[in-house]
Antibody, heavy 120, light 107 residues
C-alpha cells in the first residue's frame, strides 16, 4: 500500500524556520518525481515545489523561491522541505504528493498533510 | 505561467443529477490536464489525468474531455459521496497551476 506521511508542521513566528518531512512507503521511491502542494485556510490548492527522482532537478513557485529548499534522501525514502523566512502568507496545510509519471505531472498519491501556522 | 479558470465556483445539485464543470487554460496545452476531488479535511484525490483518462479505482460516472484550452469534468449521475470540491490542474509544465475550485453542494 502506498503511503506518504508528512511531519514537522507547527506554530512558528514570522521570520522563523521549519523543516517538513515526508516519509514514503509502498513503492520504489527512487523511481518517482515528487511535489509539495499547500492549501491556505479556506483557499484552493497551490503548488510549491517539485523534485526529480534523482534530486538533480528542482523547481519552486515564485512565492517560495529563495526561502524554501526541497530535498530528498532516496536511501531513507524521505522528502524534506526546509522553510525559512516564513510569513503569515505561508500558513497552510502542506501536502507531499507523488507524480504518477505519465502524461505530464499528475499527482496520484498524497499525504494527509501537515499544518504550518506562522503567527506571533 | 498558465492560468486556470474554473466555472462555476459552486453548483447545487441533487442525487442523480448530471453535473458539468469547466476549466479554461490561458494558453493551449494539448491534453495535459488533471482533475481532483477534495473532501473537507482530506487530501485531494486524482480522478482524471491527460484530460480524459480515468484514474484507477475511480467510478465510471466521472469523465473528462477537452483539449487545447477548454476542458470539462462530467459526473453523469451524482452520488451522495460526490459532494465535494473539484479542482483542475494543468499538467503541462512548471509552475503547476490549479483552478480555483468548484464546490458541489446538495440542493
Amino acid at each position: 500500500e502506498v503511503q506518504l506521511v508528512e511531519s514537522g508542521g507547527g506554530l512558528v513566528q514570522p521570520g522563523g524556520s521549519l523543516r517538513l518531512s515526508c516519509a514514503v512507503s509502498g513503492f520504489t521511491f527512487s523511481n518517482y518525481e515528487m511535489n509539495w502542494v499547500r492549501q491556505a485556510p479556506g483557499k484552493g490548492l497551490e503548488w510549491v515545489s517539485y523534485i526529480s527522482s534523482s534530486g538533480a532537478t528542482i523547481y519552486y513557485a515564485d512565492s517560495v523561491k529563495g526561502r524554501f529548499t526541497f530535498s530528498r534522501d532516496n536511501a531513507k525514502n524521505s522528502l524534506y522541505l526546509q522553510m525559512n523566512s516564513l510569513t503569515a502568507e505561508d500558513t497552510a496545510v502542506y501536502y507531499c504528493a507523488r507524480d504518477k509519471t505519465a502524461a505530464g505531472t499528475n499527482l496520484d498519491y498524497w499525504g494527509q498533510g501537515t499544518q504550518v501556522t506562522v503567527s506571533s | 505561467d498558465i492560468q486556470m479558470t474554473q466555472s462555476p465556483s459552486s453548483v447545487s445539485a441533487s442525487v442523480g443529477d448530471r453535473v458539468t464543470i469547466t476549466c479554461r487554460a490561458s494558453q493551449g496545452m494539448s491534453s495535459w490536464l488533471a482533475w481532483y476531488q477534495q473532501k473537507p479535511g482530506k487530501a485531494p484525490k486524482l480522478l482524471i489525468y491527460a484530460a480524459s483518462n480515468l484514474q484507477s479505482g475511480v467510478p465510471s460516472r466521472f469523465s473528462g474531455s477537452g483539449s487545447g484550452t477548454d476542458f470539462t469534468l462530467t459526473i453523469s449521475s451524482l452520488q451522495p459521496e460526490d459532494f465535494a470540491t473539484y479542482y483542475c490542474q494543468q499538467a503541462n509544465g512548471f509552475p503547476l497551476t490549479f483552478g480555483g475550485g468548484t464546490k458541489v453542494e446538495i440542493k
